[in-house]
C-alpha cells in the first residue's frame, strides 16, 4: 500500500469510548493541564487524544498502517460493550462472561496504547524476561522466551518493541481468567440524581495504586465508563449500588490526578468545577492517599 493512502490520525483513546462523555450536541470540553486552560472551542470524539501517524511501522522498507488497522477490528467487537453502558441496547448488561471478556480486553488493550507511558513502556519491554511471563505464547510451536531472533530483536529494534507492546503485553501482563474479578468485587456505579455530564475521562483514564494487582483486574481501582457510570474495584463487597454526590467527586479529581494532560467532560461547566476543585486538593493531599481514602469510607459488607 502508498503512503499517500495510509491512515494518519490515528487515536489512542478510541471513539466509541469517547462518546459516552459527550454532551447533547456530542461534543466534549478538554482541559489542558499544560496551559491549565479549557481549550476554546467544544469537540467531536474525533478531534482529540490522537496523534500523527502514531501507529505507522515499516514492513521491508515500506511504511503501513497494520497497528490502526487492526485496533479498528478489534474496536468493532468492543463497540457493543459501550453501547450497552450508555444505555443504546436495552434490556442487556455487561456482567457476563463475554460482557466482562471483553471490557477487560478494551482496558488492557488502552492501557498499553496509553501515550503516558510511553518511555516507561520501552525500557521495560528491553529488560523483560519472556521467561517469567507464564503465558505460553508461541511462535513455530517454540515459547517467545526460546525464540532467539525475537528476542534479540525486541532488544534492538524499537518499532518491533512498540508492535509488541501493542499486542503481546496486553496478552502477556494482564489476567483474563473469567472468576478473578468476582472473588473480589467489580461495581459499575452510577451517579444518584439524574444529571447529565457528571463523569469526566482523559487521556489515561485509569486510577489504581498497584500495578500488579490492576493487571489482575482487582484490589481497589476505578474506571470512567461513561458520563454517569464508573467502574469500581473493591476488594470487599460494598452496599451500594450508585455514588453519592461527594464520592463522585472524589472519583472525578482522582480521574482528573491520574491524567496526563488532557481531561474531557460533556458539560464546559462542570469541568471547569472539577479543575478548580483538583487544584484545591492537589495542594493538600497525595492522590493515592485521596484513592485510599475513598475506598476506605465506603459501604461494606460485613
Given amino acids: 500500500m502508498a503512503d499517500t493512502e495510509l491512515s494518519s490520525r490515528h487515536h489512542y483513546i478510541p471513539q466509541l469510548y469517547i462518546k459516552g462523555f459527550c454532551g447533547d450536541d456530542g461534543k466534549i470540553s478538554v482541559y489542558d493541564k499544560q496551559s491549565m486552560k479549557i481549550l476554546p472551542q467544544r469537540r467531536p470524539p474525533r ?24 485496533y479498528g477490528t478489534f474496536e468493532t467487537q468492543w463497540g457493543p460493550v459501550f453501547k450497552v453502558v450508555r444505555g443504546e441496547i436495552p434490556n442487556e448488561s455487561i456482567d457476563s462472561k463475554i460482557g466482562r471478556l471483553a471490557l477487560k480486553q478494551f482496558m488492557a488493550s488502552l492501557y498499553w496504547r496509553s501515550p503516558s507511558i510511553d518511555s516507561w513502556a520501552d525500557e521495560y519491554i528491553k529488560t523483560i524476561d519472556l521467561t517469567r511471563m507464564g503465558k505460553p505464547i508461541t511462535i513455530n510451536g517454540k515459547p517467545l522466551a526460546e525464540n532467539d531472533k525475537f528476542v534479540n530483536q525486541l532488544r534492538v ?39 447529565k455530564n457528571k463523569h469526566i475521562s482523559s487521556d489515561f483514564p485509569f486510577v489504581f495504586n498497584d500495578l500488579n494487582m490492576f493487571f489482575n483486574f482487582n484490589g481497589n481501582f476505578l474506571f470512567p465508563l461513561s458520563s454517569d457510570a464508573v467502574l469500581l474495584s473493591t476488594q470487599k463487597v460494598i452496599d451500594m ?62
Fill in 47 to 70: 478531534s482529540m487524544f490522537w496523534e500523527q501517524n502514531r501507529n505507522i511501522s515499516k514492513i521491508e522498507g515500506q511504511n503501513v498502517d497494520i497497528i490502526e488497522k487492526t
Fill in 157 to 195: 529494534d524499537k518499532e518491533f518493541r512498540y508492535y509488541f507492546r501493542c499486542f503481546f503485553l496486553p496478552l502477556l501482563t494482564f489476567n483474563y481468567t473469567d472468576g478473578n474479578d468476582k472473588l473480589l468485587n467489580w461495581n459499575i456505579l452510577r451517579v444518584e440524581r439524574e444529571e
Fill in 241 to 302: 449500588q450508585s455514588l453519592p454526590d461527594t464520592a463522585w467527586a472524589i472519583t472525578n479529581i482522582l480521574s482528573f490526578a491520574f491524567s496526563d494532560r488532557y481531561i474531557c467532560c460533556g458539560s464546559e461547566d462542570y469541568l471547569r468545577k472539577v479543575s478548580g476543585e483538583y487544584y484545591i486538593a492537589a495542594d493538600k493531599i497525595d492522590k493515592h492517599e485521596l484513592l485510599n481514602a475513598l475506598f476506605d469510607k465506603l459501604p461494606y459488607i460485613g
